[in-house]
């Protein structure tokens, strides 16, 4: 049962910085250039039954519960719909097609430099779709299940009509060869949004059938509802013919760890109970990416000294570093560990000025002060969740709660959901049935 979850948590997760500098002038410029923003890699089309399976369906085959009913009915109903809405023409659609394409798009670095990264489109065929999805994935590492590589189980929202792109982030995809930014905020929103202005590029281009009214939306879960709230931070820092142009409805985050300091600060607080980690895996990912992020900052310090020697001797450290493993082999190898396991105690008690460093680094992360939205944020998060804890969701309510802002609870209290990772599993099931029956 647990190796089940870990596999499929790997295809969803839904578990868990800014570079130097902080700048507004970026792709705006470069995405009003003659140049095009995007290139397509390849394409192809799949059946509604495909892309179930290569969504949902993979998914429900690893987990012994039936927490994914809902979604299944809802899918179904989803199609149904579209088939409803365009009447005889879905007649000669016979089964419901949808196209999937590979394309590369630009974008900027953590140092401002540009780049071309990796993006998966989903949209439904011969249809004109009236909403525009930016689909921010959960945690990944590597080549394996990046939606460019294996599509995400967050396609599966195609079936509501939306024309969806789901970016693969920097350091994954195209960009493998840069250093992992897990949760690096400033960066993924930017790279987000970069995303989906790419999007409305390629819909013109290819004189798809979307609406002139459309609306966007952007939905992120774990990681993914993290980025999704760097990419309405990014949003709202754009010109506003740009913001025009993409057209903003609403945000759907959901157990983002949006204050990635807390977060690390409430693993140190559960391990002082004796609690075990709900995903170990992710603090080589955070302590690495503060590397990568801020590298003139720690030049005093050794990522390797932060782990225990058990933790080095998994290989996962150095797997995270040379980002080239799949993260399900780090879950695997860290499931049921306590923090203790993972990080070295001993090295953080002779060194606590290096640890107030990182958790420092961490705060520059937060998502939770220093602005406030001005478009429509739905806030879902998990009570309890044991791999982003609901110190998370306290903490955006408190920093960021305007009128602009409504919020949503899941009591995961029950024997079914006493396993920290169905918490979270469950919390993405919510958000998937929400969006893909009209209720986002």
Known sequence: MKKKLFIALSIILAGLTSCEKNSVLDTQEMNQSSEPSFIVLDESEVTEHELYEMTIGDMKKSVDADIFDGVDKVYKEANQNQDAEQGATTKALAPLLYKVVRIEYKTLDQNMAPVNTSALIVYPLLRKMDKVMLINHGTQ???????????????????????????????????????????????????????????????????????????????????????????????????????????????????????????????????????????????????????????????????????????????????VKNNRENIIDMMLKFNGKSLGDILNMEYITEHPNHLAKLLELMDRQNLCHGWQPQYKLKLLHGDPDGVVPFSNFEEAVGGLSNSYVETKVISNKSILLSDPLLQHINGMVVMLEEILSGKF
């Not at 493998?176 to 929103?189: A, I, K, M, Q, R």
């Not at 931070?233 to 903003?248: A, F």
């Not at 310090?301 to 058990?310: G, I, Q």
Request: with cysteine; hydrophobic share 35%; aromatic share 10%.
């Open 141 to 319: 590492i590597g080549f394996a299940m990046i939606p460019t590589k294996y599509t995400s189980v967050e396609a599966i929202m195609a079936a509501t009509g939306a024309l969806c792109i789901l970016p693969d982030y920097i350091g994954l995809g195209s960009t493998s060869d840069h250093p992992d930014l897990y949760l690096n905020h400033e960066v993924h929103g930017r790279t987000s949004v970069d995303a989906l202005i790419a999007l409305l590029d390629y819909a013109k281009a290819k004189k798809l059938a979307l609406d002139k009214s459309y609306k966007s939306y952007i939905v992120g879960y774990s990681q993914g509802g993290s980025v999704s709230l760097a990419s309405l931070r990014r949003v709202q820092q754009l010109d506003m013919d740009t913001q025009k142009r993409i057209n903003l409805d609403k945000v759907y985050c959901g157990d983002g760890p949006y204050d990635l300091r807390r977060t690390f600060e409430t693993y140190m607080e559960e391990y002082k109970q004796g609690k075990k980690m709900g995903l170990g895996s992710v603090v080589p990912l955070v302590i690495n990416s503060m590397f990568n992020s801020y590298p003139s900052e720690v030049t005093d310090m050794k990522y390797e000294d932060f782990f225990t020697d058990w933790a080095l001797s998994t290989g996962v450290p150095q797997a």
